[in-house]
């Protein structure tokens, strides 16, 4: 199973964090690569039972940002599991409106069915534009 690092980019090129992820194929649209990205962000932070502040994509619903820098923190008001498909529904909305796009290798994604190829320094950035509030 392949497995790829995504940075998240400020719309000023810094990089305000990283995530490794495994891909079920080289080959995907942008459309599961999002869907992979939230679902395992999600699953990571589900995973950690003490946990309360998210860092993900999307903000979930009844969280607030955590101001630290750049950073894409969330605490959430009480304990709880996430819905990730609640958070992909949002991810991909936004997507959608512009509310983040994605560099591959440099070069903008136009679509969630845009096929992407994968390779072993293939370089993926997601920049956020917008807040994003989602599950």
Known sequence: MPTITIRDQATTGGTTGE?????????????????ARVYQEVQDF???QDEVVFKGLVQPTDAERVLNGNRTEYRLKTRRE??????????TDAFERNGFFILIDDKQAESLDQEITIGHDTELAFVRLTQLVGG
């Open 19 to 35: 995530l490794t992820i495994d891909i079920l194929s080289e080959e995907l649209t942008v459309r599961e690569l999002i869907r």
């Open 82 to 91: 996430i819905d990730w498909k609640k958070q992909f529904e949002k991810a």
């Open 46 to 48: 589900n995973r950690r």
